[in-house]
């Protein structure tokens, strides 16, 4: 027997490049989990936790620190913005983690992210195209990989806890949102025998969907986009649920209005400038922007996985494409309706500001982005199975037999490819990469080592005035800004009850 057998065998290349897919999964995700180790509070972590810290380290109690940045949120509401939940529930999370935990900010942020992703994408996969794992888990981790590997800016999306959590964190939670909505739609539509899951299940949507639509405004308006699409789905299609899907986007609608409408957001807006754009221009600007970001963001790397991704992407629809029915129909109207959705995100900060500006939020786009390229992907290679199933009905479903014994040698071709236009389109900001080489380097390790000794000048209690060095050569991956050297930095001071904290610059 030979025992390269399973060469010649599909099931069996696919197994092993899934296999080789989950482990580089890994291999992305690991240094970016170590170097968060050296990373510690900065710039708006310090303002936004200021009074909850001094709860936990006095009572050292989770509802006390809820307690009392609740009472933050509620005044940020009303003087600076109506993002509530993730003021909220991200100040608190700070609060906890402060200075002893900090890395977990990157553990709940990435981690997080990976989580939700991945089981979101294996039920849609497994239980809504009747795909197998092997499919459906190399494109899930590829996706995955693009997404962490090519982040614009790695510090404002898994490292900096105020950013991250506000932005990336509602992210988070939108997903496992949609999570909830499949997993309801798809039980609804089943006997009900299981009614202590669909009140569990339903209670989570509910919760959830009123954090998302108090967080920030790119995830929670391309979320109330997504409702009024999914609620109008489902009563043309009579779809059981559907009265329940009507009432909490209603319950959305009106978190939403709550959030936009906060005294808080005309005060800010006094700051930054007054709209650049009317509501109908924001939209038409966005429209264009959210264009040309795809088309300028479309790196060959970004190509070479979706071609990579095919064969798979094949093996997901196929038992859809060739069952018939209603499955990929409308390939322009699905793609004109998912940009659309895109698009919305771009609106509120187009709206507010005219441009694309904060890092964290073009994480989002990025992220999201990625998402759009690969559902249409996928739409549209249904489509073209069922177009072909269709005019001849012989043919099979494995419409790559003839390159069986080549798929996993094919897949690391284009795997050697991909590494090579990755390095060259993105170089050292790639994530893994720069986390990588800053380990490797004892970059990471002399940041800790200064912060340590700033840290010392902080605690002593005998300092009034602390005069502070600036950091060497802070990393890229989590360095996102100091405290100034013309200012007094009084939520520093605050934070650790000093009279003032003074940058001392390098000559």
Not at 51 to 77: M, N
Not at 96 to 108: G, K, M, P, Q, R
Not at 126 to 138: E, L, P, V
Not at 456 to 471: M, T, V, Y
Request: hydrophobic share 50%; glycine share 6%; with cysteine.
């Amino acid at each position: 027997m030979n025992k390269f057998a399973f060469k010649n065998t599909y099931e069996d290349q696919k197994r092993i490049f899934f296999y080789i897919s989950v482990f580089l999964l890994v291999i992305c995700a690991v240094p970016l989990f170590m170097i968060s180790h050296y990373n510690h509070m900065s710039v708006d972590d310090y303002a936004f936790v200021s009074r909850s810290v001094d709860s936990w380290r006095q009572y050292h109690s989770v509802f006390r620190v809820l307690k009392d940045q609740f009472e933050f949120a509620y005044g940020f509401y009303f003087t600076w913005q109506g993002t509530f939940s993730m003021t909220w529930l991200g100040g608190a999370l700070t609060a906890v983690i402060c200075e002893n935990a900090y890395f977990l900010s990157t553990y709940i942020t990435l981690g997080g992210l990976i989580i939700s992703e991945l089981l979101l994408f294996m039920i849609i996969g497994t239980k809504g195209f009747g795909a197998g794992i092997y499919d459906t888990g190399i494109v899930s981790c590829w996706l995955l990989i693009l997404q962490i590997l090519m982040v614009p800016n790695p510090v404002e999306a898994f490292f900096w806890a105020n950013g991250s959590f506000m932005y990336m964190g509602s992210y988070i939670l939108a997903v496992f949102l949609f999570l909830l909505i499949f997993i309801d739609i798809r039980h609804r539509s089943r006997i009900d025998k299981m009614r202590k899951r669909t009140f569990f299940v339903r209670t989570g949507i509910v919760t959830l969907s009123v954090l998302v639509a108090f967080g920030n405004y790119v995830t929670a308006l391309f979320c109330l986009s997504s409702f009024i699409l999914l609620t109008l789905m489902m009563h043309v299609m009579r779809k059981k649920g559907r009265l329940f899907t009507t009432a909490v986007f209603i319950l959305y609608l009106i978190v939403f209005i709550l959030n936009i409408s906060a005294p808080g957001n005309r005060v800010r807006q006094t700051v930054v400038g007054n709209p650049q754009y009317g509501p109908v221009k924001a939209v038409i600007k966005s429209v264009l922007s959210a264009g040309e970001y795809i088309v300028c963001n479309l790196y060959p790397t970004v190509i070479i996985i979706l071609m990579m991704m095919i064969p798979f992407i094949i093996g997901i629809v196929k038992n859809k494409a060739f069952e018939g029915g209603n499955a990929f129909r409308f390939p322009i109207i699905f793609s004109g309706i998912s940009f659309g959705l895109y698009a919305s995100q771009f609106v509120p900060t187009t709206y507010a500001l005219g441009e694309l500006v904060a890092g964290r939020v073009l994480n989002i786009y990025r992220i999201t982005m990625y998402l759009f390229l690969f559902t249409n992907l996928i739409y549209w290679t249904g489509w073209i199975l069922s177009r072909l199933h269709s005019e001849h009905v012989d043919i099979t479903a494995d419409v790559l037999a003839f390159k069986k014994s080549y798929l996993l040698v094919t897949m690391i071709i284009f795997f050697a490819i991909f590494c090579f236009s990755a390095y060259f389109y993105g170089g050292r900001t790639l994530t893994t990469v720069s986390a990588i080489d800053s380990l490797r380097t004892g970059q990471a390790a002399l940041y800790k080592a200064e912060q340590e000794k700033r840290l010392e000048i902080l605690h002593d209690d005998s300092i009034r005035d602390a005069d502070l060095d600036e950091f060497t050569d802070p990393p890229y991956m989590l360095y996102f800004g100091d405290i100034r050297p013309d200012s007094d930095n009084l939520d520093v001071a605050e934070f650790y009850g000093k009279d003032s904290v003074n940058l001392i610059l390098w000559k």
